[in-house]
């Protein structure tokens, strides 16, 4: 009988870890709802130990995610495991997650300490976990570089103390698929009790191979795969989730098992997550590439119109790649705009509906045909809930072959429109120039690119743009616009508005700090 694979997603937590990524808890509940929709069985929305900001998003998740379990990250220290609880409790099933390294490596030259401290540490933690919650996973890191008797002993001890999942990362990368399937068949043939307990995986992709191995464990006996959407995480990233998902869907007759997954909610999730974090999905990228459904040689074309399997493996609506099907038009009316935002599965307060069903309406005089896609980038455009402190009034651009780009900007700031001019390097530089002025933050940028999110010529530019004030500390921003400049323009302005969001956390929470001192 087929049996059932459970999905562990960290694309708050390992995949946030990504370099240049750093999510607002709106965007984080946003992607967490739609993972809810998607059918994962765990979310890890953060480590709420590490920031403020990381403890808020965990907690947020919680209180508003349903139908699935939260955890949130710990090293096997009480602080942390209070910290996650302090988050998760609110949660329908809280998970407690807490981690210590295993390895030697590990233990030697970054904890300091023993093998039998190690062991002490990971059962004292997972059995103050226990003492929150009945839901407890302990994950050795570093595991597949473990000396395997040593990290038996560990999984036997914490299983003992009531850990309920008990995951083996391969935390660097660094195994291969036959090697890591025999890994896990001597561990859950060996480790006394682990018949209690479900083992899953985590490997990363430091070769490529993060999906094969979860595959190659899934078939030697663990029964959860963690991952990431789109791969995304620390260095080359995690098992990306959607491949897990789809190669036990599709090679249902090789492993015979099944998740809970609702595929046809892959290809949504993926462009949200792409767009929320700013890390674009590769063309060739399986399952979710712009090319992944795409024929180029005519031999392949000719066999897809006569037969899709000839070279189609999945049906693209099994991911939920459809041809971007129109939505509405310029005359539709309110409610049914906010039935169909509901179909798509945006569930907003009336103040968000008007604020949509305008840009909805502007876009309608610009662009004739509006479909699914142009829909769903608006509505994500306006769901960043990073306070506006500035937004865009006018945009004036003066460009061409043989003058200096000059910019004229007006922003909004607390009802007031300030305005300043400036030149460039270009037409964009021009306008970060001129925004900068406003704002008084010199910010760089380390990053632009945009994307056509339909085709043709009133296609709507998707600005995608990275900047940084200190060179350390990257906000990503996005702005979509039919024209090219102010799609820009919107897209520095948005995290322009993080950053300037952040410094005001920063602040407010030294203040408290200093408050409290002084109390
Ligand atoms: O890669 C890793 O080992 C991790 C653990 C903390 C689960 O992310
Ligand atoms: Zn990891």
Redesign the pocket.
């Known amino acids: 009988m087929s049996q059932r694979v459970y999905i562990f997603d960290t694309t708050l937590r390992?995949g946030e870890q990504s370099p240049g990524v750093s999510l607002a808890v709106s965007e984080k509940v946003q992607i967490a709802r739609q993972l809810a929709r998607l059918g994962v069985d765990v979310i890890e929305a953060g480590f709420p130990i590490s920031s403020t900001g990381d403890f808020n998003a965990v907690r947020a998740v919680a209180r508003e995610v349903k139908g699935v379990a939260v955890t949130g990250?710990s090293r096997a220290n009480f602080k942390d495991i209070d910290r996650v609880w302090e988050a998760v409790q609110y949660a329908e099933q809280p998970l407690i997650h807490t981690?210590i390294a295993t390895s030697d490596i590990h233990m030697q030259h970054k904890l300091r300490l023993s093998r039998e401290q190690v062991l002490e540490a990971a059962v004292a933690a997972v059995k103050h976990a226990k003492s929150y919650t009945s839901s407890v996973e302990f994950?050795a890191?570093?595991a597949s570089r473990s000396d395997l008797d040593f990290l038996c002993r560990v999984l036997a001890a914490v299983i003992e103390a009531g850990a309920t999942v008990v995951?083996i990362?391969d935390?660097v990368g660094y195994t291969t698929p036959a090697e890591w399937g025999r890994f896990i068949e001597t561990i859950c043939g060996k480790v006394p009790g682990i018949e209690k307990a479900i083992v899953s995986v985590?490997c990363?992709n430091d070769l490529g191979l993060a999906v094969a191995n979860s595959l190659a464990a899934v078939a030697s006996g663990a029964r959860q795969v963690e991952g990431a959407i789109n791969g995304i995480g620390?260095r080359a990233g995690n098992a990306a989730l959607e491949e897990v998902v789809m190669a036990l869907h599709t090679r249902k007759d090789h492993y015979n098992y099944y998740t809970g997954v609702r595929t046809q909610e892959i290809y949504r999730t993926s462009k949200m997550v792409s767009t929320l974090t700013g890390m674009k999905v590769q063309a060739n990228k399986a399952v979710v590439g712009n090319n992944a459904f795409a024929h180029e040689a005519g031999i392949h074309q000719d066999g897809v119109l006569k037969e899709r399997t000839t070279y189609e493996i999945m049906n693209p609506d099994m991911v939920g790649i459809s041809s971007s099907k129109l939505v509405l038009g310029k005359h539709s009316g309110r409610h049914a705009f906010r039935n169909r935002l509901e179909e798509l599965g945006y569930i907003l307060s009336e103040e968000e509906v008007n604020k949509i069903f305008t840009r909805f309406k502007d876009l309608a005089d610009k662009k004739k045909n509006i479909s699914e896609l142009d829909l769903e980038a608006i509505v994500e455009e306006e769901m960043r809930r990073v306070p506006h402190t500035y937004s865009l009034e006018y945009l004036h651009i003066s460009s061409g072959t043989t003058i200096v780009p000059t910019a004229t900007v007006g922003l909004r700031q607390n009802g007031q429109v300030m305005e300043e001019a400036a030149c460039g390097n270009g037409p964009v530089d021009a306008v970060c120039k001129a925004v900068d002025k406003i704002t008084k933050l010199t910010c760089t940028m380390t990053e632009w690119g945009i994307d056509a999110i339909t085709e043709g010529k009133d296609a709507l530019g998707d600005v995608t743009l990275k900047i940084t004030l200190d060179g350390q500390k990257v906000y990503m921003g996005r702005g979509i616009s039919t024209d090219v400049m102010e799609a820009s323009a919107k897209a520095y302005i948005n995290a322009v508005n993080k950053l300037v969001w952040e410094l005001r956390q920063a602040e407010k929470n030294e203040k408290n700090e200093s408050e409290n001192n002084g109390s």
Do not use: A, K, V, Y
Request: no cysteine; charged share 35%.
């Open positions: 390992d990250l981690f994950s890191e570093d995951n990362p935390t985590h990363h620390e």
